[in-house]
Structure formats: structure tokens, C-alpha cells
């Protein structure tokens, strides 16, 4: 098959800048709809987030959450990895661990933050570690269906060749497991952070999810849009520059060897 032409830039930019402007011009419509207080326009907003940010408080908690996210996010894959792999290469394994994966998947994000709270304190640690352990189910799922689907035929080219583990991990597994590592990054960041602003919420005394229960109790809409479309952006951003290119580059491995 001959290969798919390269799109340009336009022919993506314009699309999304067209689908920014009508968003902002419903927003725009809607505030003037319901008013002001109920819900300010995007000017207004963004002169909150220009405020925060020029009095120091936003990069002050938007730094906290992005550490939490970060640290819960790494944790997450590596056990999810890890987990995900051995339950697609073993039977055995899978079939006593899927019932915990099974609870897991099932278990309300806001029980396992309050119980770890509860049992540990609201320190960081008991904050991450939820954040992780709500995570790390899904990244089973999305890695382990990647195991099962590993093509024995390159298995028996790394016998055969008498790759040591680590190479055998790098140019025959990690290849092939790339597609879903890199949906299960995808789906788990968004993921993440919206339970990270949960955990700060709750029991935290820094943090976006502080500050939007601060101005929640305030009844102040505009920075409550504020400090949630700052770090939307930051995390978009994080989407687009980060894991969208490293998707692509695991599709492109695939679609080689296919």
C-alpha cells in the first residue's frame, strides 16, 4: 500500500482554531445569557487567571498539582506496566489476580481517597498513593490485552537469536506493547489529574482542587473557571507535545512490522 500523504499544518490547525472560536463565542453568548456572576465571560476569566498569576498564588498550585499528577501518574504505569504484563503472559497469574482487578475497576474513586485519608493521615504520600491505585486498574486492562497480542513469531526470532532479557524487552516486547503503553498514558492522564484535584479537594492545603474549594465557599465563579481552564491548558499542552508524538511513533513501529 502506498504510504498515506502527510497532511499540513493548516489543514489541522485551522479546523481547531475554528472549533477555539465557536466555543468562545457560545461561551461569550451563554455568560451574557445568565449573567455575569452565574457565569463570567471569557474576558473576565481571563483577567482572573492574569491576576493569579501576576500575584504569584497560581504558579504556586499549579506547581503542587502538576508534582501530584506527575508522581501519581509514574507510579500508576510502572505498577500498572508491570501488572498488565504479567497477567497477558501468564494464565495462572490472571486468573487469580483478575478478581482484584475486577474490585479495583469497580471501587469509587472517592472511597479509596477518604479511606486512605482515614488510615494514613492526610499527608502527600496518602494523597498520591490513592491517585495512583485509582489508576493502576485501568493500566492493567489496556497493557495486559498488549501482552496477549504479542506475536510469538518475534518470541521465537529472540530465542533463536539468544536475546538476553533486556534486549529481548527493548526490540521485541516494548515495540510491539508501544500502541497501548501509549493509550493507557493518554486515557490515565486525564484521569489522573481530574482525581488528583479530588485528593487536594479533600485533604489538601495547596493545589488547583484547594483553591477551586476556596472559591467555591466564596461563591466566586470566575476564579474557580480560572484556576480549572489555566490547568486544562497546561495539561492540553502535555497531550499535544508530549503523548500524541509518542503515540505516533509507536503507531509507525507497528505499521512497519504489520
Known sequence: MPPTPRRGASAVLLP?????????????????????????????VAAGIGEA??????????????ARVAAAFALAMAFGTSLGY????????????????VLLLNLPA???????????GLTEAAAVGAVALNKIPNTVVVVREGARALDPGLDEVARAYRFGTW????????????????AAARSGLSLVWKIVLVVEL????NGVGFEIGTYFQLFDVRMILAYALAFVVIMLLVETLVLQPVERRAGRWRQRHA
Not at 87 to 98: E, I, K, L, P, T
Not at 110 to 120: D, Q, S, T
Not at 202 to 205: D, E, K, N, P, V
Open 16 to 44: 481547531r482554531l475554528g472549533s477555539l472560536v465557536v466555543l468562545i463565542a457560545g461561551w461569550q453568548a451563554a455568560a451574557w445569557f445568565a449573567g455575569s456572576r452565574l457565569l463570567p465571560g471569557p474576558a473576565a
Open 110 to 120: 472517592l472511597v479509596v481517597i477518604v479511606l486512605a485519608y482515614v488510615w494514613f
Open 202 to 205: 479533600l485533604g489538601r492545603s
Open 86 to 101: 504479567a497477567m497477558g503472559r501468564s494464565d495462572r497469574f490472571d486468573r487469580v489476580a483478575d478478581p482484584w482487578l
Open 53 to 66: 498569576l501576576v500575584h504569584g498564588e497560581m504558579a504556586m498550585h499549579l506547581s503542587a498539582t502538576l
Open 167 to 182: 534486549k529481548r524487552l527493548r526490540h521485541v516486547v516494548l515495540p510491539q506493547l508501544g500502541p497501548y503503553l501509549a
